[in-house]
């Protein structure tokens, strides 16, 4: 087989083409993910703190 034959081939194959899309859009909602985070993290504090100070002073009485 001469390498033209190889090459043209290679450029045919298309095995792994699908992997590569489900790559490239998990890599995009990771990215999404991780800045929604970064873009509620200061509000996500001070919800967690609110919610801790009405738990530190609630009272249980049995």
């Not at 990771?30 to 703190?49: P, R």
């Amino acid at each position: 087989m001469n390498m033209r034959a190889m090459i043209s081939r290679f450029q045919a194959d298309e095995t792994g083409a699908v992997t590569v899309d489900w790559v490239v859009l998990t890599a995009a909602v990771c990215s999404l993910v991780v800045l929604a985070m970064a873009g509620l993290k200061g509000n996500m504090t001070s919800i967690g703190q609110k919610i801790e100070e009405h738990l530190l002073s609630a009272s249980i009485e049995g």
